[in-house]
Structures are given as structure tokens and as C-alpha cells.
């Protein structure tokens, strides 16, 4: 199971190694019921611990994203390795409407500057 | 040198991606080509398993002094692709939402070749390199 | 010249004073003739030689194939040069062939001619430049640390497909090894920028993006900004600036620093 951390108001999750489908679509909906639970304004996934990204996987990330923002949370995807960049960019299959950073610290930075405007409230 | 994975679970399709990085790693060539067959390699593997339920891969070094070449060959007894021209279009899927599979690998390999006919699947792919040493 | 001079040159045989092999054959590949050269690379005597088809006795790599220089110009009535490797004092070396087909005076093609030259050191400079060149590739794709998160690629000469990919996976490494907010790929240096070339740069934007980072393209000449939108290459949500000057101001002004004058 992959776990999810909860920090300061964000959910935190790490992808890593050879995940199966049935876990990947399992964390999915885990993630998606953690937000509602927790009431999360930020999610960040880190996925330096991928080496291949798949159309299935690239796919799943997407719509994680895409839901976690249509339940009023911020993503922000991170760490993806260079040649994993490639290989997508070169399938046509970009991650479309997904904030990135370079690595965990830096994702974690703009994970705040996304959410701080709220943060006043 | 050649090498048979057989398809029939998810973890075989796991093994066989890094089976194909970890011979083009010793086979010298480079991350990005070892991540670009391992990813095509997902992709078909998946279409086997979803639509043939089970199949083989096939990794096969054919080097010589000019050049590294890694041939994958996936094959199943599955339905067989009926219309190859419409699977080879970007957003075509008759499953359920996986539509980048077969054009996306395409574009990851030098080489890349369907035969097909009710019963029976053949996908070959290759990757080749100028050998540098 | 004296005609005695003259005359004595032509009196001797030219065939067999040729520096390198000279040989026909009939339409069966018999030899018909080779000269002293060719008798001395194969250390063989005419007598050895005579009669016997020419594939038995240079054993090319070409030979019995229908890439055989002498049967593709009999074929086709025209002169075919083809490079081949044969022995040579016992030893294998690299060389040219050229055959022309032989007629008789009907015009009916009824052998072939072939010349045999040495090219081992062409090859040799061949490789050497093929070294060269591929020394030169690596040199010429330095990924410059200019500020903290900020990299400058300055792109110089000739991008090809493959050097092209050696940019693109040098650059997307560089980034995440430097942490790099910022890449700048320069394009002063690069005299022509071509569909393919364009669509390259286009995909490092997008990868470079996906990691996290912005790309900045600069240094568009005249004529590559004119062949560009006459391609109709869409550069529309990728950054550019005319001079890697602008560029270096904009990638500063991205990390939230900024070029000021000093005044005391």
C-alpha cells in the first residue's frame, strides 16, 4: 500500500519502484477519500522513485490531479526523472494541466506559495 | 543472445520492462533508450493482458560491429487486431481508455511492426544505436 | 621527347607496368589477365592463376554475390566502383574496386575489366575524422551554470537528429542535477533551424516543463525566425528573446534576481 502522510494541511505521497495497476488505482480513490476526510488544501505526489512512466500511469496521475482539483485542492506532481520526461513528451503524452517541481524541497515550496493565498483566511 | 518472458500477470509485465533495461544497460546503450523500450514494452505488454489475457516477450540482442540492436518481440493468441490503421491512431481504444498504447510505443523505437490476424498477434520492435567503442 | 625514348616506352608492355592490380574477365568470371601487380599482392605466378574464375583466387567479400563489381557492370553496361577488403601480401586490406564491362566489336559485352586500389589510408583518415567528429559532438554541448538555478546552452554549428537527442537528454539531466529553475538554450550559434530541428527544441521546452523547469530560447537570427513561421512551427507557449542578453535578464528576473547598474 502507498502510504499517505498528512503535513501541515498537505497530503504527502511518494510513487516508488514497480507499482502494480491494482495499487495505483487503490491509492487513487484512498487519495480522493483522504482529501474529503482531512479537508488537505494541498496535495504533493513525489515520484522520483519512478523509472518508467507508462500511458496507464501517466494517465492515473493526471486524473488524480485533475479530481483532487475539482474537490478545491492544489497539486503539485515532483521529481520526475529526466528520461521519464522524455519518453512521455515523446509518446504524445504529456501531463497535461499539472504543476511540477524539480524535486520534493522545491515542490514543497510552491505547494505553499500555491495554497498561501488561502492561508490568511 | 535472446531472452522469453511469458505474459500472464501483472508482475510478469513488471519484470520484463526491467528485464529489457537491464540487457541494454549490459548491450551499452543509454538511460533514455533504456527508459523509451521499457515504457513501449509496458504499453504492449498491457494490450496483451487486456485483450489476449496472456502472451509472450521476447528480448533479442542482435549487435554487431556497427551497431547495438535490441529487437522485442510480443506475441499472443488474443482476438487479433482487426482494424490496424485505426489502433495506430492516437485516442483509439476499444478498451477502456488506454488509447496511447500501440501509437505511443511507436514512437519510442526505431522500428516497429504489427502482423495480425484472429488467434494470432505478432508486434516487433527495435531500438538501434551506432555503436560508439 | 626522342622518338627512341618514345618509342622505347611504348615498346613495353604498360599493362603489366601498371603500380596496381589490373585484371579481365570473361563473361564466366575466368581470368583472363591480370597483371604483375596483381600476380605480386596475391604472391601467386601467372601460371597459377590462369584459367582459374576470379572468385576463387582474390576472395573478396563481394565475390559469388550480386553486389560482385564485375558482374553488376557487365549487367549493366556501365563502369561500377565498390569498396571490398582482399588479401595483400597476406594480409587483408581495405580497397576500391572499378570494373567496366569489355566488348567486342559488335558492341556484345563479352568480359569485364578491373582495377584494384589500395585505400587503406583513406579508411584509416576515415576513421580518424569519425573520431574527430564524434569528439567534437561532445564538446560541443556544455550546459553552463550561469547563476544558482539558472543553466546556459549555447548551441553552436549543425544540429542533426542525433546530436539533437545528445542536447535534449544532456540538457533534462543537467536540470535536475543543478536543481535549475532556468535553462536558456541559446541559438545564436546554429546557422539553420529546420522542421525537424525545431520540433526538437520544441519537445525539450515540454519535457523540461514537466520536470519543472522553463526554457528560455534565444538568439533567433533573421533568417531562422523568417524560416520558422514560414514552416508554420507554433512557438506560441514557449519563451523566447532576441538576444541571450533579454534572455539572461528574464531567466534572472524568473528566480526573483535582477541585473542592476552600479552607482556609487
Same mark, same amino acid.
Given at each position: 500500500?502507498?502510504?499517505?502522510?498528512?503535513?501541515?494541511?498537505?497530503?504527502?505521497?511518494?510513487?516508488?519502484?514497480?507499482?502494480?495497476?491494482?495499487?495505483?488505482?487503490?491509492?487513487?480513490?484512498?487519495?480522493?477519500?483522504?482529501?474529503?476526510?482531512?479537508?488537505?488544501?494541498?496535495?504533493?505526489?513525489?515520484?522520483?522513485?519512478?523509472?518508467?512512466?507508462?500511458?496507464?500511469?501517466?494517465?492515473?496521475?493526471?486524473?488524480?490531479?485533475?479530481?483532487?482539483?475539482?474537490?478545491?485542492?492544489?497539486?503539485?506532481?515532483?521529481?520526475?526523472?529526466?528520461?521519464?520526461?522524455?519518453?512521455?513528451?515523446?509518446?504524445?503524452?504529456?501531463?497535461?494541466?499539472?504543476?511540477?517541481?524539480?524535486?520534493?524541497?522545491?515542490?514543497?515550496?510552491?505547494?505553499?506559495?500555491?495554497?498561501?493565498?488561502?492561508?490568511?483566511? | 543472445?535472446?531472452?522469453?518472458?511469458?505474459?500472464?500477470?501483472?508482475?510478469?509485465?513488471?519484470?520484463?520492462?526491467?528485464?529489457?533495461?537491464?540487457?541494454?544497460?549490459?548491450?551499452?546503450?543509454?538511460?533514455?533508450?533504456?527508459?523509451?523500450?521499457?515504457?513501449?514494452?509496458?504499453?504492449?505488454?498491457?494490450?496483451?493482458?487486456?485483450?489476449?489475457?496472456?502472451?509472450?516477450?521476447?528480448?533479442?540482442?542482435?549487435?554487431?560491429?556497427?551497431?547495438?540492436? $535490441?529487437?522485442?518481440?510480443?506475441?499472443?493468441?488474443?482476438?487479433?487486431?482487426? &482494424?490496424? #490503421?485505426? =489502433?495506430? %491512431?492516437? *485516442?483509439? /481504444?476499444?478498451?477502456?481508455? $488506454?488509447?496511447?498504447?500501440?501509437?505511443?510505443?511507436?514512437?519510442?523505437?526505431? &522500428?516497429? #511492426?504489427? =502482423?495480425? %490476424?484472429? *488467434?494470432? /498477434?505478432?508486434?516487433?520492435?527495435?531500438?538501434?544505436?551506432?555503436?560508439?567503442? | 621527347?626522342?622518338?627512341?625514348?618514345?618509342?622505347?616506352?611504348?615498346?613495353?608492355?604498360?599493362?603489366?607496368?601498371?603500380?596496381?592490380?589490373?585484371?579481365?574477365?570473361?563473361?564466366?568470371?575466368?581470368?583472363?589477365?591480370?597483371?604483375?601487380?596483381?600476380?605480386?599482392?596475391?604472391?601467386?605466378?601467372?601460371?597459377?592463376?590462369?584459367?582459374?574464375?576470379?572468385?576463387?583466387?582474390?576472395?573478396?567479400?563481394?565475390?559469388?554475390?550480386?553486389?560482385?563489381?564485375?558482374?553488376?557492370?557487365?549487367?549493366?553496361?556501365?563502369?561500377?566502383?565498390?569498396?571490398?577488403?582482399?588479401?595483400?601480401?597476406?594480409?587483408?586490406?581495405?580497397?576500391?574496386?572499378?570494373?567496366?564491362?569489355?566488348?567486342?566489336?559488335?558492341?556484345?559485352?563479352?568480359?569485364?575489366?578491373?582495377?584494384?586500389?589500395?585505400?587503406?589510408?583513406?579508411?584509416?583518415?576515415?576513421?580518424?575524422?569519425?573520431?574527430?567528429?564524434?569528439?567534437?559532438?561532445?564538446?560541443?554541448?556544455?550546459?553552463?551554470?550561469?547563476?544558482?538555478?539558472?543553466?546556459?546552452?549555447?548551441?553552436?554549428?549543425?544540429?542533426?537528429?542525433?546530436?539533437?537527442?545528445?542536447?535534449?537528454?544532456?540538457?533534462?539531466?543537467?536540470?535536475?542535477?543543478?536543481?535549475?529553475?532556468?535553462?536558456?538554450?541559446?541559438?545564436?550559434?546554429?546557422?539553420?533551424?529546420?522542421?525537424?530541428?525545431?520540433?526538437?527544441?520544441?519537445?525539450?521546452?515540454?519535457?523540461?516543463?514537466?520536470?519543472?523547469?522553463?526554457?528560455?530560447?534565444?538568439?533567433?537570427?533573421?533568417?531562422?525566425?523568417?524560416?520558422?513561421?514560414?514552416?508554420?512551427?507554433?512557438?506560441?507557449?514557449?519563451?523566447?528573446?532576441?538576444?541571450?542578453?533579454?534572455?539572461?535578464?528574464?531567466?534572472?528576473?524568473?528566480?526573483?534576481?535582477?541585473?542592476?547598474?552600479?552607482?556609487?
Amino acid at each position: 500500500m502507498i502510504p499517505i502522510l498528512k503535513l501541515k494541511g498537505i497530503l504527502l505521497s511518494s510513487l516508488q519502484g514497480d507499482l502494480t495497476d491494482n495499487e495505483v488505482l487503490e491509492y487513487q480513490s484512498r487519495m480522493l477519500n483522504m482529501l474529503e476526510k482531512t479537508e488537505a488544501k494541498g496535495v504533493l505526489i513525489d515520484i522520483t522513485g519512478l523509472d518508467i512512466v507508462d500511458s496507464f500511469m501517466a494517465r492515473v496521475i493526471n486524473e488524480t490531479a485533475n479530481m483532487a482539483r475539482i474537490m478545491g485542492t492544489e497539486v503539485v506532481l515532483c521529481g520526475m526523472q529526466p528520461m521519464v520526461a522524455l519518453t512521455l513528451v515523446e509518446m504524445g503524452r504529456e501531463l497535461i494541466g499539472v504543476q511540477t517541481a524539480l524535486n520534493l524541497d522545491k515542490g514543497f515550496d510552491k505547494i505553499l506559495i500555491l495554497i498561501g493565498s488561502e492561508k490568511g483566511e | 543472445m535472446s531472452k522469453r518472458i511469458p505474459l500472464q500477470t501483472e508482475s510478469d509485465l513488471l519484470f520484463a520492462r526491467q528485464a529489457a533495461r537491464e540487457m541494454m544497460r549490459e548491450m551499452g546503450f543509454g538511460s533514455a533508450d533504456q527508459t523509451r523500450m521499457a515504457t513501449a514494452i509496458s504499453e504492449l505488454a498491457r494490450n496483451v493482458l487486456k485483450y489476449a489475457g496472456e502472451g509472450t516477450c521476447t528480448l533479442i540482442d542482435e549487435q554487431d560491429e556497427r551497431e547495438m540492436v $535490441l529487437r522485442v518481440v510480443v506475441e499472443d493468441n488474443g482476438p487479433g487486431i482487426t &482494424n490496424i #490503421d485505426q =489502433a495506430m %491512431e492516437d *485516442g483509439f /481504444t476499444t478498451g477502456n481508455g $488506454l488509447g496511447a498504447g500501440l501509437p505511443g510505443a511507436k514512437r519510442l523505437v526505431n &522500428n516497429f #511492426d504489427i =502482423a495480425s %490476424e484472429p *488467434g494470432y /498477434t505478432k508486434i516487433t520492435m527495435e531500438i538501434r544505436r551506432h555503436a560508439n567503442k | 621527347m626522342s622518338t627512341t625514348v618514345k618509342d622505347e616506352i611504348m615498346g613495353i608492355d604498360l599493362k603489366q607496368a601498371i603500380p596496381t592490380p589490373v585484371m579481365a574477365v570473361d563473361k564466366d568470371f575466368n581470368i583472363v589477365f591480370i597483371n604483375a601487380a596483381g600476380c605480386d599482392w596475391l604472391g601467386k605466378e601467372w601460371e597459377e592463376i590462369e584459367g582459374k574464375k576470379c572468385y576463387d583466387v582474390i576472395e573478396t567479400t563481394l565475390c559469388n554475390t550480386k553486389k560482385c563489381v564485375a558482374r553488376k557492370a557487365m549487367d549493366e553496361n556501365t563502369k561500377i566502383t565498390a569498396r571490398n577488403e582482399m588479401k595483400c601480401y597476406g594480409k587483408t586490406i581495405p580497397v576500391e574496386i572499378t570494373s567496366s564491362p569489355l566488348k567486342d566489336k559488335k558492341g556484345n559485352i563479352i568480359g569485364g575489366l578491373e582495377y584494384i586500389v589500395d585505400i587503406s589510408h583513406s579508411v584509416k583518415m576515415e576513421n580518424e575524422l569519425r573520431t574527430q567528429t564524434q569528439t567534437i559532438l561532445e564538446l560541443s554541448t556544455p550546459v553552463i551554470k550561469i547563476w544558482d538555478g539558472v543553466l546556459l546552452l549555447p548551441l553552436v554549428g549543425i544540429v542533426d537528429t542525433m546530436r539533437a537527442q545528445q542536447i535534449i537528454e544532456n540538457l533534462l539531466n543537467s536540470i535536475v542535477e543543478n536543481e535549475a529553475e532556468v535553462a536558456i538554450l541559446d541559438l545564436s550559434g546554429v546557422p539553420l533551424v529546420d522542421t525537424a530541428v525545431a520540433k526538437h527544441i520544441i519537445k525539450t521546452v515540454n519535457a523540461a516543463k514537466m520536470l519543472g523547469a522553463e526554457t528560455i530560447l534565444t538568439g533567433f537570427s533573421p533568417d531562422v525566425a523568417q524560416t520558422l513561421v514560414t514552416l508554420g512551427v507554433d512557438l506560441n507557449n514557449i519563451i523566447t528573446c532576441g538576444s541571450l542578453k533579454t534572455g539572461i535578464s528574464k531567466a534572472l528576473n524568473f528566480i526573483g534576481k535582477k541585473v542592476v547598474s552600479y552607482e556609487g
